[in-house]
């Protein structure tokens, strides 16, 4: 198979023309790095009737062990597992997951929790759809770092996930979570939404990431309400790695 038969089918609007699916079907990819929370909080909002412009098309895990494919069983979504080889075949396994998600007529991809860094393979279809949660603060679009309410420097955590990125962020006055269009970069690409809570001064890891998680989840839903939007920024290039 290759990448010319399968891309016609997909739902990422090409041109500024282009109808933008309403419903628009996201797949959200987790692993058992965390616990499912933001699946959760989409399921959850989705359930209220808050996102009717989009459809939890599929859920996607890199692992079997993975809390937040419980919680797809219990809301009777579809799910699957994304088997990754070693890291020689990152390009294959990218370009599979780029596939297979395409062929399930995916329009938007987020990524909360995933752990795998995709390669360009999956980027030639999903550039531009595919929205990353992450527990840092992405730099300004001219690539100077973001600056918290007291002006100090706030850590962009690139490369770090869950509770090694939280960590960073004890011992300073504020923390918070970025919620972006991801590109072939790691935790870079426009900013879609920012968060910020206030470090208490007995926080541990765990009390923080409580109050960032439920931010996250109100940011990320936020993100949702609006799907034009990814692909706007995208389009704008607003990109935070300057
Ligand atoms: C979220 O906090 C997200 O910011 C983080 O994984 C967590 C998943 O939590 N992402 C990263 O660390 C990516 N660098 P969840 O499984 O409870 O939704």
């Known amino acids: 198979m290759v990448l010319g038969e399968t891309s016609a089918l997909r739902q990422i609007p090409r041109r500024e023309t282009e109808e933008i699916p309403n419903p628009v079907r996201i797949a959200v990819l987790i692993s058992n790095k965390g616990t499912g929370t933001n699946l959760q909080a989409i399921i959850d909002a989705k359930e209220q009737g808050r996102l009717p412009q989009i459809e939890i098309g599929l859920v996607i895990s890199d692992a079997p062990d993975a809390k937040g494919l419980e919680r797809a069983k219990k809301h009777r979504l579809a799910y699957d597992i994304a088997r990754f080889g070693k890291l020689a075949h990152r390009d294959e396994d990218s370009q599979e997951l780029g596939f297979s998600l395409n062929l399930q007529r995916i329009g938007v991809v987020v990524m909360a929790g995933w752990s795998r860094i995709l390669t360009r393979p999956y980027f030639e279809t999903f550039e531009g759809a595919t929205v990353n949660v992450h527990p840092g603060m992405l730099p300004n679009p001219d690539g100077s770092p973001f600056l918290f309410p007291d002006g100090t420097e706030a850590p962009w955590?690139?490369?770090?996930?869950?509770?090694?990125?939280?960590?960073?962020?004890?011992?300073?006055?504020?923390?918070?979570?970025?919620?972006?269009?991801?590109?072939?970069?790691?935790?870079?690409?426009?900013?879609?939404?920012?968060?910020?809570?206030?470090?208490?001064?007995?926080?541990?890891?765990?009390?923080?990431?409580?109050?960032?998680k439920r931010e996250e989840w109100a940011a990320l839903v936020r993100t949702l309400e609006e799907p034009e939007k990814i692909f706007e920024a995208a389009k704008s290039g607003n990109d935070s790695d300057g």
């Open 157 to 212: 955590n690139k490369g770090l996930m869950t509770e090694k990125a939280v960590a960073n962020f004890l011992g300073g006055k504020y923390a918070g979570s970025t919620v972006h269009v991801a590109t072939i970069d790691a935790d870079s690409g426009p900013v879609l939404e920012r968060t910020l809570v206030e470090v208490l001064p007995d926080d541990s890891v765990d009390s923080l990431y409580d109050r960032m």
